[in-house]
């Protein structure tokens, strides 16, 4: 290969390398043409491009990005799969493809910044897929606001009620303090009425006294003026 045109590859798989989601690498040993062809179809469909590449190249790619530690897995053929969509949905399509394929065999990837052994890519196709797991966040988010909603209705409602009850009990809380009010009054009343009472009744027995006095008055005349008429008959005798 000319140094041009390994220089050209070079930098185009490094672009691909540094504008992908995630790659996944496979020994493609065994595939046949029409099962190679197949694979690239059903990856295209996830949004990842299925190409075998030169393992010196693709370390010198490598070598300046995020995913130079890629070079360890960079042994034997290698095919590469950069994802540009959803690296989860791509490794479920890749781990179908194993067990469709007995010959293709999964090496590992590189996911987030970090490279995976082929377990940990291969578990990677147990997840769900990126939209499901937005779809069930965007569930969660709304139960939860459904939920504080009918808390916060909860809490409206129960405030109404007590802020009614109380305005129920103020007219009878001021209905009950009128007669209390109304009581030391009512108790002042016969106290004030006993008060005259006695101020009344003396005028009655001053008067009753009067009249005692008056009556035995005239009485004392009488005795006196009988006392007199015996003398008067004893000088008339003489």
């Avoid at 992908?20 to 197949?38: I, K, Q, Y």
């Avoid at 990842?48 to 890629?70: G, H, P």
């Avoid at 005028?203 to 008429?229: D, F, H, K, L």
Wanted: aromatic share 4%; net charge negative.
């Amino acid at each position: 290969m000319a140094k041009t045109e390994k220089i050209e590859k070079v930098s185009e798989l490094k672009a691909r390398i540094e504008g992908a989601e995630a790659l996944f690498l496979a020994d493609f040993r065994g595939l046949t043409v029409t099962e190679s062809g197949e694979l690239r179809r059903t990856l295209s469909d996830a949004g990842t491009r299925f190409s075998v590449v030169k393992n010196t190249l693709m370390k010198l790619a490598a070598a300046d990005t995020a995913a130079a530690e890629l070079d360890r897995l960079l042994e034997g053929p290698t095919a590469v799969a950069f994802v540009e969509a959803d690296p989860v949905t791509a490794a479920k399509r890749l781990v179908d493809a194993t067990r469709k394929f007995r010959t293709l065999v999964l090496k590992g990837a590189f996911v987030e910044g970090r490279v995976l052994s082929p377990e940990q890519a291969t578990a990677l196709a147990t997840i769900e897929p990126r939209e499901i797991l937005l779809a069930k966040m965007a569930g969660l988010a709304k139960a939860e606001m459904s939920r504080a909603a009918f808390a916060f209705k909860a809490l409206q409602s129960r405030f109404l009620g007590l802020l009614q009850a109380y305005g129920e009990k103020l007219p009878g809380e001021a209905a009950q303090e009128a007669p209390a009010a109304e009581e030391p009054a009512l108790e002042a009343a016969p106290e004030a009425e006993a008060g005259a009472a006695p101020e009344a009744e003396a005028p009655q027995e001053s008067e009753t006294e009067e009249a005692a006095e008056a009556a035995e008055a005239p009485g004392e005349g009488q005795t006196e003026e009988t006392v007199e008429e015996p003398e008067g008959s004893e000088e008339e005798g003489a």
